[in-house]
Every structure is written in C-alpha cells, then in structure tokens.
C-alpha cells in the first residue's frame, strides 16, 4: 500500500515536470493568445463581456481564448490561471472574483512575462498592470442628475434610493450627483432625501412608499442600484403614479423591461454596456502586450472603435491605475426590447 | 368538571390576555408617537400598505411559532421561501398560458418538500433542529441557483394573472391581507380546538411524558416542519408575485425578522408556550417599525439602532408583565 502510494507520487510527479517543462518550450516564440477569464459559468452578463473580448481580439487578429470557471471561487480562477500560463499565452484579462486571492498566481504570471489586467471587478494593484473601470463615476453622477433634471421638467423634489449606506460605490456616485447639483443650473431642482433600501425587495418598497407619503409632491426617484429601481417603479406603477412620478437610475435591462413602455413607470435609466467592457480590456490588454502601455497614469493608446484611451489613477482610491470605459450606458423604450433578453 | 378546573382555566384564560395588553398599549402608545412625527402615519393608504408589508412575515410567524412550540426552529424558510418562488417563477416564465393555480400548487408543495426534509432530519434522525435547519439552509439556497442557472425571472417573463395574486382587491381589501387572515384563523383553530394541535404544544412543553403517553412524538414533529415549509411556499409565491421579481438571493436573512415576530409575541423560545392572537401583534409590532421610521425623518444611519431599542423596549414590558402576573398567580395560590 505504501509502496504504491510512493509510486503513485513519483510518476505524478515525473507528469507535473514534464508539463511544466513542455509549458516552457512553446514560449519561445511571441504568443498570439489573448486570454479572458471570467467570473463563472452562466451569467449572461458575463458572457456578453466575453462577446465584446472576443470582437476586440478579432480586430487585431489575435487568438482569444474565453474561461468560465464552474464556481464563482478565487480557487477556480487560480487553477484557470495556472493552466493559461502553462498554455503560454501572451496576457490575461481578469474579473476577478476576490480581490487579494488571486495575486500569488498572477504574480507568478506576470513572472512568467505574461501581461495581467482585470476588468469589471479588479484585483489589487499589485497583481494587475491596470483595471478596466466599466464607467466613470463622474459621468454617472453627471448622467443621472441630468435624467432627474429632464424628468422633472426642470425643477422640483426630487429623491434618490440608495442600496446600503456603507457601499462604497454606492455613496461615491451619490457624491458625484450632489457635486453635479451645485451647478446653478440645477438649482431648481431639490433632493429631498437619500433613503437606504439595502438592496433589499422588501425594505426598497417600504422605503419608497415612505417617500410617496412624506413627499407628496414628489416628481422623481432616482435609484442608483437594480434592486431598488425596480421596486421603485413596481410601487410607482401598483400605485398608479405613473404619470407624476418617474423612476430613472441604473438598472437591469431584463428586471426594467416591465416598466419601460409607453406610458410605464421608467422612461429610462443607465447601465453599462458589457460588450464595452470586454472591448476595451481586449484592447488594453493588446496595448500592455506590444508594450504601448505599461499601466502608468498617462499612458494613451488606441482602442478601436472607442477610439484613445488614456490611464488614470484608480477612482477606487486602491493606488492602481484603471482605464474609464466612459459615459454609462443609456437604455431607452427603443433599445429596452434587445437588451431584455441580454441580462 | 369540578369549578376548581372551571377557575383554573379561566384565570389561564385571563393570564394571556393581560399580556396582549401590555402588547397592544405599546403599540397604541408607538403609533401615537410615530403619528405625532409625521401626520401621514394614520391614513388609509399608509396602514394599507403596511398591513401588506407585514402579510409575509405574519404568515411565516405561525409557522415558526408551532415549530418553536415543540422546541424547535427553522433557519432554512428564507432558502425555502426562495426556492419556491423560484420554482413557481421559473414554471410561469416557461408556461405563460398555464392556469396561475398550478404555480401557487407547485410552490407550496416544493415548500412542503423542504420542510418535510427538515421534519425528517429532525424527528427521525435526531439531528438538533438549529444545526438541521442551518445546513438545509444551505442546501435551499444552492438549489434555488442551480435551478434558475444562476439566472433571474423579471417582471416582463411573468403573467398578468402571477402579478395580480398579490395584487387582487376581495370587497377593497388586499388578497394578501385576507390570506394572511385565512392562515392566522386555521392556526388558531388548528392548535386550540384539534387533538394535534393540543399535541404540539404537549411535545414542546414535556418531550418525555408526551412521548410516554402515547404521542407519536416524531410524528409531530415532521408535522410542524412540514406546515411551516408549506406556509414558506405561500410566501414565497405571494413574495414574487408581489415584487414581480423571481431571484437566488430573494429573502436572504428573512427567517430573523420571523423569528424575532414570534419572540416579540410571547412565544417561549424554550419551547411549549405561544399563542396565535400573541404572535399577530408581534408581526403587527415589527410592521409598524418597519413602515414608520423612514417616516420618522430620523437619519436613516438611526433608523437600525432605533429598530432595535424599541424592540428591546417591548420585550422587556413584555417579561415585566408576565411576572407581575406570575407572581400575582402564586400569591393567590397560598392563600
């Protein structure tokens, strides 16, 4: 028994160096393989970032290769990168689904020369060249104060539905939005309350029932977060306020569709669009591969159709670098009908 | 029957009311309060929508009260509430012509099939109900993803005929209020006026000499599970329908919320005591905290910590009350 164990052992091992070994001898020439790996299997989401990846690599006649681990796991995502390096690719594309666990295995990537960014969800500075920001919080504060500004006629009481109070993404957009609101020309329009739904069904409702019955001249609800919008306009639609009150925000398309018709609840709302992201890591990726960007703030390149591209100090505040994608998303009554079925 | 058992019942009776009272003067005294801050408390509209806020929870807390009555608990409901919504959810986006009915019926019996697991786990196997329940929570919650892919059911994949079950009026009165009213009347009459329902709370308050005299004890148990799965299945077909939103992580952490009801209401965590009219006000309780203090206009940073003082508050009137009365009881005893 122990001697099989012991035989067992060498011969794994013998199989492992010789791997390893052949692993080393394919990097010799230049690799032409740009690799995403994405955050799990069967996420529609995620599978149109793949999609944009994949136009990206097109475009400059790389070879992409697309990796979906079966779990959303920091363990599944090290086994995966592992292999890539072994297959020798030329960079990695990473969303990653924990922030620090990863950096052992893209380290030793990035030893191997194997060129390493995340996108969508980063990893921390040290384990990435730069992320690849889906949108600029700037732009959606600008975007959904403009939204607010355009569905209240201008002026009036207005109110945002946050998700929890602690998320940070959360309070930086709503920061934005009130740095947005010093402009003199929205000074008409009022923000009578942030509410905190906490992301959840039941307390978003509540939180904007209250809204509807201590502000009754109410004309707008902006919910910078999916779960809330679409409570907001269930309770606006049940209540038939439709046409007093309307819902803007960022929300998912397939929840929204319900509300963004004629005569509905949301005329429209923001999001960003992740055959864009995946685009833009493509070719940020290809830029850090010809070495026309190393990840430090001012770096510009060209990136395709979104045209240049410049790196900027990450507005996580993490001491990164990150690439903005730019203005969010708008979805509207006339592209809603495509995009429902897309997440 | 002697007057001595006639006076006995009758001060037993009496026991139980004096603490709903103590209950329903804290309530009138908060909603007084609460309405003294923002004048659109006490309207129509604003008791309407909370009565049908609170409709899932209360229908939950009957269940967990007749578990908690035979001495167990169920962690699992907001997984099992998940499940079955899901399941109901995912059979009226693949079936949109199918009669609504059929989803209410799959959702309850998935909800039926959960709790029948954990009343397995619990009766038969023996395993403790806090650790069975915890790792069924588990499981459910896996479930309800691997299910729906990961996916979600929206509002545009669902029927108009799912919608309206949460949003039908019978004679200007919600249809979730009038189930809520439906489940909270069975209970009542289940466990006051049924010889199984007599045996729940006998298993809960004496395990051995209920089983030595002749209760299936396991028996009951399975039975309390199972019941508090099929309410969970309700809840979870009125919990989509209401939100029009079918999702894996719907009613996560929930299953506090439910049992803090039954606490407020006066049931025994230990086991072997609690009442339905108890466990009513404890949801009406929680309702009201849950709709007035965004109204309160406090910062929203207060509103947890409030949430939580008042709960205290009530629980501590709540033991007040019923030793006062205890004592009172054992004096009498002694003359």
């Known amino acids: 028994m122990k001697n099989l164990k012991r035989v067992l052992a060498i011969v794994m091992v013998t199989a492992l160096s010789l791997s390893i070994l052949a692993a080393c001898g394919g990097g010799g020439k230049k690799s032409n393989d740009y690799a995403l790996l994405s955050k799990s299997t069967g996420n529609p989401y995620m599978e149109k970032q793949a999609e944009g990846f994949k136009e990206a690599v097109a475009e400059f006649e790389g070879n992409a290769i697309v990796k979906f681990p079966a779990n959303p796991t920091a363990e599944d995502q090290i086994a995966m990168i592992t292999e890539l390096v072994s297959q020798g690719v030329a960079g990695i594309a990473v969303a990653a689904n924990d922030y620090d666990a990863l950096e052992p295995a893209l380290k030793e990537a990035t030893k191997k020369g194997v060129k390493v960014i995340s996108l969508d969800s980063s990893v921390n500075p040290a384990s990435r060249l730069t992320h690849v920001n889906q949108a600029d919080p700037v732009a959606i504060g600008v975007s959904l104060v403009e939204a607010a500004f355009d569905l209240t006629g201008g002026s009036g009481q207005f109110a945002i539905l946050s998700a929890t109070s602690t998320a940070s993404n959360q309070n930086t957009w709503i920061e934005n939005m009130k740095k947005t609101l010093e402009d003199p020309k929205y000074a008409d329009l009022e923000l009578v309350k942030v509410a905190y739904g906490d992301d959840l069904r039941d307390k978003s409702v509540s939180e904007t029932e209250a809204l509807l019955q201590t502000y009754p001249d109410l004309k707008c609800i902006v919910a910078p977060t999916t779960v809330g919008i679409a409570a907001a306009a269930k309770v606006i639609t049940d209540n038939g306020l439709v046409d007093t009150i309307a819902v803007t925000g960022l929300g998912l398309p397939s929840e929204m569709a319900e509300y963004m018709v004629e005569g509905g609840a949301c005329p429209y709302m923001f999001l960003w669009n992740p055959i864009d992201v995946g685009y833009l890591a493509g070719h940020t990726l290809k830029a850090m591969v010809d070495e026309k960007a190393t990840g430090k703030v001012g770096d510009k390149f060209e990136a395709g159709r979104l045209g240049s591209m410049e790196v900027v100090d990450a507005t996580s505040g993490d001491g990164g670098t990150e690439v903005l994608l730019g203005d969010p998303f708008k979805f509207d009554l006339d592209n809603i009908g495509e995009w429902k079925s897309v997440y | ?335």
């Open chain 2, 1 to 335: 029957m002697t007057a001595k058992q006639d006076k006995s019942i009758v001060r037993s009776l009496s026991v139980a009311r004096l603490r709903d009272i103590g209950l329903v003067l804290f309530i009138v005294i908060l909603s007084i309060f609460i309405q003294f801050r923002n004048s659109q408390f006490l309207t129509i509209s604003n008791l309407n929508n909370m009565l049908i806020n609170a409709c899932i929870m209360g229908i939950l807390a009957v269940g967990m009260m007749m578990v908690i009555i035979t001495g167990g608990i169920d962690l699992s409901i907001g997984s099992t509430l998940a499940l079955s919504g899901m399941s109901a959810g995912l059979f009226v986006r693949d079936n949109p012509d199918a009669p609504v009915i059929i989803a209410v019926l799959i959702g309850i019996a998935v909800g039926m099939a959960a709790g029948f697991v954990n009343g397995l786990l619990v009766g038969k196997g023996g395993v403790l109900p806090l650790i069975a329940t915890l790792g069924m929570m588990n499981v459910y919650r896996g479930l309800t993803y691997i299910i729906a892919g990961g996916a979600w059911v929206s509002a545009h994949q669902m029927n108009d005929g799912f919608k309206a079950i949460s949003f039908y009026n019978i004679l200007g009165i919600n249809s979730m209020i009038w189930i809520a009213a439906i489940v909270f009347l069975i209970a009542y009459f289940f466990l006051n006026y049924t010889r199984t329902g007599r045996r729940v709370y006998a298993v809960g308050s004496n395990y051995e000499a209920s089983q030595i005299s002749g209760t299936n004890v396991d028996n009951i148990q399975i039975l309390v599970y199972t019941i508090m799965g099929g309410v969970s299945g309700l809840s979870g077909i009125l919990w989509v329908s209401r939100f029009a939103s079918a999702q894996g992580d719907t009613a996560q952490g929930f299953e506090m919320n439910v049992i803090a009801a039954c606490v407020l209401g006066g049931v025994s965590i230990t086991g072997g005591s609690g009442k339905v009219p108890g466990v009513a006000l404890g949801t009406l309780l929680l309702g009201i905290l849950r709709n007035s203090l965004p109204l309160l206009k406090v910062s929203p940073f207060w509103q947890d910590a409030i949430y939580g003082v008042i709960i205290m508050i009530a629980i501590i009137v709540n033991v007040m009350v019923k030793r006062t009365v205890d004592k009172r009881n054992l004096q009498r005893r002694h003359i």
